[in-house]
């Protein structure tokens, strides 16, 4: 059965600094999702990763993949205080499920 | 274009009583799943249509949960004699096929009093 674990759980920094969200899973998948969920709003997809080494980029922050080690990350740069959110990963499981990670809060003190 | 719609947007109801949450996929996508998140929490599978063929149904968590979809569209989620622990929001999230990127409605917060 596939696991996924995200750390930290809860993560507050200052703006301007760089962080990196981890996303490990426990067996074989094929694709990564990183969302982003607002306080009292749904989630809004980031990244999809679909290949060992993958990287995307968006604005300040930088996804990554590696399939062998069974870890995805999700790297901050120079936070500002818009980046607050809750981020989760999700591994491809099956045919269509995604397993969910217990997500990151990130706050982001100005 | 239109994204997942889903209604109402909160609804309170007593224990014991039937409530119906709706959710309208993005049009031509044949994949629906409905999820649930507890306060602060991740998200919980609940059920998986894809197309016509037979849903997943593997993770509502009792007989007191069943869902429908009508004409590969819409979909109604229905709990029967609502429990407190029912509360969380529940989100339907739709694809163009299991293996491709799910987009989250706003969700419906229940709230079982």
């Known amino acids: 059965e596939l696991k996924v674990e995200q750390n930290p759980l809860f993560l507050s920094m200052q703006e301007g600094k760089n962080y990196t969200i981890y996303c490990n899973y426990s067996?074989?998948?094929?694709?990564l999702y990183w969302y982003r969920q607002d306080p009292g709003k749904s989630l809004e997809s980031l990244f999809v990763?679909?290949?060992n080494g993958a990287v995307k980029q968006e604005g300040r922050l930088m996804a990554s993949l590696d399939t062998k080690a069974r870890l995805s990350t999700l790297h901050i740069t120079a936070a500002v205080h818009d980046l607050s959110a809750t981020y989760f990963c999700?591994?491809?499981?099956?045919?269509?499920?995604?397993?969910w990670g217990a997500g990151t809060k990130l706050i982001i003190k100005p | 274009g239109a994204g997942v719609s889903q209604s109402p947007s909160n609804k309170v109801t007593e224990k014991g009583k039937d409530v119906e949450l709706r959710c309208d996929p993005i049009s031509g996508h044949t994949a629906l799943y409905w999820y649930r998140q507890s306060l602060g929490q991740g998200l919980e599978f609940l059920i998986y249509f894809q197309g016509n063929s037979a849903p997943d149904k593997s993770g509502l968590p009792s007989d007191r949960f069943s869902a429908e979809r009508t004409g590969g569209s819409v979909s109604t989620l229905t709990i029967q004699r609502t429990q407190q622990e029912d509360s969380a929001v529940y989100l339907c999230?739709?694809?163009?096929?299991?293996?491709?990127?799910?987009?989250f409605g706003p969700g419906t917060r229940l709230t079982v009093l």
């Open positions: 990763l679909l290949s």
């Open positions: 999700a591994a491809f499981y099956s045919n269509y499920q995604l397993i």
């Open positions: 999230a739709s694809s163009l096929a299991g293996r491709y990127e799910q987009f």
């Open positions: 067996t074989t998948s094929d694709r």
